[in-house]
């Protein structure tokens, strides 16, 4: 089994670079399956979740040519049905349901597994199927053999409302609504950057989808997407965590290529905490003398506080000066890695849906693991901080989200090193993904 080891208690000092973003990415490269053309794409992560799509769309029948590094040329013109996913690889990753939206906007039916991914309680599908069943589609989900199987004789233009704001739902049925033969309306719509990037990549290729990043998206479906080029924005996550790392092992870090209106509320409650912020044009340079301050956090759909930093900023949290809380608004289950915490010195308690975390002066190295994507990356921060020798196992959890990590640290002066212990890992426990 692939390990991280880490030597920790070093400044970090340096200059990295972000790299493009996973929730984006995973969404445009289904996207693809939209479009009876070349797609070029710029700034693709090289993460496992993006090589996992890649491998599903050949076996689609489409053609994925790696054109220079994080530059990638897919067609899915010749994509015809049956298109059948294959079950295993569907679920080993959430972002797998976009398939169903893309097939069900390119061929008015669609057939794929259950998706997987990080688990944090129960992630129901519901909004994105009340939003197919809006379009005329039937949805069946087939909990025996595990599949998600939408059918219908053409889409129907309509205008839907989502009970919650869900990322995933609203991606999802945009991208079927662009087979839409007419104007679909979704209210309540997610507002991330990455859900106003899909929509880009569409309008680039030809779609035509108004006020993505607003509460209210406007499709005129029918269009045909006739392909093109498009840079995938940067990774608003990634580039949370850098400025995170600087802030709990200390230094100075500047985190290059990044949309600074994008990070805003992840900067504002580092400089809350006491942290220095400076943003430039595309770079945010953070800052770190002492140990941060207290500060208490509420996760929210964007522009709220993102619940994918929410385990990064727990750790910092674990050595600043006085006590934190932390709320967490979007998912039920978000702090499993408390108990990896403790294990470092940690105090940290979980209530429900809120965290406590009283700071202490220093974390120590001991043997933790990835639970899942952010709250793994998170054991490798409290590792950088920590005396010691920190080990986190089960990385491929982080390897799902974070393109050349150990690289990436190493520059900016980390000890951390990748080693394989020979050990292998069980099927049973492959399938907690
Ligand atoms: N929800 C429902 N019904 C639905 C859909 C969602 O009740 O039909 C609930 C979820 O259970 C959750 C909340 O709504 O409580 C929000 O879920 P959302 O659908 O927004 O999440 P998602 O689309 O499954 C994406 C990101 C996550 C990120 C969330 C929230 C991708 C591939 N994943 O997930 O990213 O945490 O939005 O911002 O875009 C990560 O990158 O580590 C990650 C987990």
Known sequence: MEKFIIHGGRPLEGVVTVSGSKNSAVGIIPATVLVKGPCILDNVPE?????????????FGAE???LEKSTYRIDCSSVTPPVVADQQAVRKMRASYYLIGALLGRFGNAKVGLPGGCDFGSRPIDQHI???ESLGAKVTVDLENCNVIAESDGLNPASIYFDIVSVGATVNVMLASVGVPGKVTIE???KEPHVVDIANFLNAMGADIKGAGTNVIRIN???ELKGGRYEIVPDQIEAGTYMVAAA????RVEVKNVIPKHMESISAKLEEAGVGIEELDDSIIVTRLDRPERINIKTQ????FPTDMQPQFATMLTTAVGASVIT???YDQRFRYAAELRKMGAKIEVDGNVCVIDGVEKLHGASVRACDLRAGVSMVLAGLAAEGVTEVSEIRHIERGYEGLVEKLRSLGAEIDKVDDGAVLSDAAECCL
């Open 301 to 304: 759909p964007y522009p709220g």
């Open 47 to 59: 993460i496992s979740d993006v090589f996992l799509l890649f491998e599903i769309l050949r076996s």
């Open 188 to 190: 309540n719509a997610a």
């Open 248 to 251: 709990i092992a200390g230094g």
């Open 221 to 223: 479906g029918g269009k």
């Open 130 to 132: 009340k939003g197919f």
């Open 64 to 66: 994925v040519t790696r």
């Open 328 to 330: 967490e608004g979007v």
